[in-house]
Structure formats: structure tokens, C-alpha cells
């Protein structure tokens, strides 16, 4: 067996959010931290591990910014994706308590989504660049004024002290994740629901985008993510990250395809997958809320 096989890389320290969907998804591979996305993202493509889990987008936070400038440019594929539900805690250092806190350290997303408890508890914010690094720091430092807002998982690496448990302010937090791979391995088509994931750029025509976004429409290919950013440091050009639910080789995402191509300069299919069985159930939640607090 080749040693990267049973290897799998993840962005941050360990007792992160996507070390816990490593071990969640691929329970028997060996989770590897990376410092940063470049980082993670140049194991799987010189070979050192088989797998990449990444951070695509969050239920509250929106996307994951840099991975949609890395995607392109990279020579990965997505071969599936995992959804994690966020289940934030407040982590301190042994025999402190909630009186002795003064500050709250963590990643701006995490704090952003605990906002009901920092405000209850009167904390100042200290923003940090990541969940289980802000835990590794405290149990470093061994000060009792700061806590964190990190992962149980977290808590447990660190030998550190939950206070609160799930303080999220939303139960519904969940992070999307793609899983990365140097080879593609592209989803069986008539074999359960499947995304279609990639990225295109129009050409610079009159309602190119318009135009390309048409065949979709008309072939009734349900488009779960448009994302447009700027690549090149030029206003006039725009790169375009799209989700679709269905195969390559069905009839009508071929045609959608066939009708984005025509309209595009560089089109290329980022992977084709097996859809979550945890996507369906939030769709599916997601449109029972609309339903209930409909007027």
C-alpha cells in the first residue's frame, strides 16, 4: 500500500472542525494538520496524502473565500463532500470559572455565531486564526481570563475545561466540506442523487452570463451555488463557481453544459459526486421551516 493511502490533510491544529470531519468521514485514515490551505492543498498534489479535506462554506458564515481562488488553479478534484454540524463550546483553562473570564479568543466566524453568550457574559473579543489554535494558545499560556470558543474535540487535545456547552447561537450551524483528491473519481451516473461541481468564465459578449446561465433553465438543471470573484486583478473579468444537482451524462445537464461551453472561455468540471445524505435532510428541514413560518 502506498504510504499516502491511509492519509488524509486538514487545514488548522488539531481539534479543528475539519479534524473532526476527518475522523468523521475516514475514521480509519491518519488525519494530517496543515498550517495553511496552500498548505494542505500542495500535500495531496505532491503526493503525500491521498485525501484533502476543505472548508467550502458554512450555513451562517457564507463561504470559505480562499478556497474558491485555490480550486481553479489547482490541479485537484472534488471526488465527495461531507457536512459537519457546528457544535461550539466555551473552553477554558483547569479550575477556572465563568467569574474569572474577561476575554474570548477564536476565529471571527466563531465568535460571530456566539454572539448571545459573549454579549450575556460581557466578553471582550480577541480574534484569532483558528478554533483549536485559539485552545492550543490558552493551555499554553495558562491564563485564566481568556477562554475560547473551540471544539470539544479541542478540549479534550488540550486538556482544557469546558464551561458552556453548545453555545452556538443557531442549532441549524453546519459546515460544508469538500473532500480533495490529485485523481479524479467521478461519481457512477443512475447511482443516487449527484453534484456536479465547476467554474467557468463567460465570454466578454452582451449577456454572456445571461446567456450561459439560460441553458440550465431551459433544460431544467436545478443550480445549487452560483458564486461569482474577480481573478487576474481585473474588474472586467469574472470567474463563476457553480454547484448543479445532476451527472455529465444525463441528457439534460449535458445540454445545460453543452449551452454553457458555447458561451464560456475556459470551462472545467471540478468533480462530479455522490450528494450527501445529510444535504438532502437540510434541504429538506430548510423547506419545512419556510413552510411553517410562512404567512
Do not use: W
Not at 42 to 61: F, R
Not at 233 to 257: K, M, T, W
Request: hydrophobic share 40%; charged share 25%.
Amino acid at each position: 500500500m502506498n504510504g499516502k493511502d491511509n492519509k488524509i490533510v486538514f487545514q488548522g491544529e488539531k481539534g479543528a472542525y475539519s479534524h473532526i470531519a476527518c475522523i468523521n468521514k475516514y475514521p480509519n485514515m491518519e488525519a494530517i494538520p496543515a498550517q495553511t490551505f496552500e498548505d494542505a492543498f500542495a500535500c495531496v498534489e505532491e503526493g503525500k496524502v491521498q485525501y484533502a479535506m476543505i472548508p467550502i462554506e458554512n450555513s451562517l458564515a457564507g463561504r470559505v473565500a480562499d478556497i474558491h481562488y485555490l480550486l481553479p488553479t489547482s490541479n485537484l478534484y472534488i471526488v465527495d463532500e461531507f457536512f459537519l454540524p457546528i457544535r461550539h463550546q466555551l473552553i477554558a483553562v483547569k479550575d477556572t470559572n465563568l467569574e474569572q473570564i474577561s476575554h474570548i479568543m477564536s476565529h471571527r466566524h466563531a465568535l460571530g455565531q456566539c454572539r448571545n453568550i459573549i454579549r450575556k457574559l460581557n466578553l471582550k473579543q480577541i480574534v484569532a486564526a483558528d478554533t483549536a489554535g485559539s485552545a492550543k494558545i490558552i493551555s499554553e499560556n495558562n491564563d485564566p481570563t481568556i477562554a475560547v470558543i473551540a471544539s470539544e474535540l479541542a478540549a479534550k487535545t488540550y486538556n482544557l475545561k469546558i464551561l458552556e456547552k453548545n453555545i452556538e447561537d443557531a442549532d441549524h450551524n453546519t459546515t460544508r466540506f469538500i473532500i480533495l483528491s490529485s485523481e479524479p473519481d467521478d461519481a457512477e451516473p443512475n447511482k443516487g442523487p449527484t453534484i456536479t461541481s465547476l467554474v467557468f468564465r463567460v465570454r466578454n459578449v452582451p449577456a454572456a452570463l445571461y446567456k450561459a446561465m439560460g441553458g440550465f433553465s431551459t433544460n431544467n438543471v436545478n443550480m445549487t451555488k452560483l458564486e461569482s470573484y474577480i481573478v487576474g486583478g481585473s474588474f472586467a473579468a469574472a470567474q463563476f463557481y457553480v454547484d448543479i444537482e445532476g451527472h455529465p451524462s444525463d441528457n439534460n445537464v449535458r445540454l445545460a453544459l453543452e449551452e454553457l461551453d458555447f458561451f464560456s472561455n475556459e470551462l472545467r468540471i471540478l468533480g462530479v459526486y455522490h450528494a450527501s445524505e445529510l444535504r438532502i435532510k437540510i434541504e429538506e428541514e430548510s423547506k419545512s421551516r419556510k413552510f411553517v413560518n410562512s404567512p
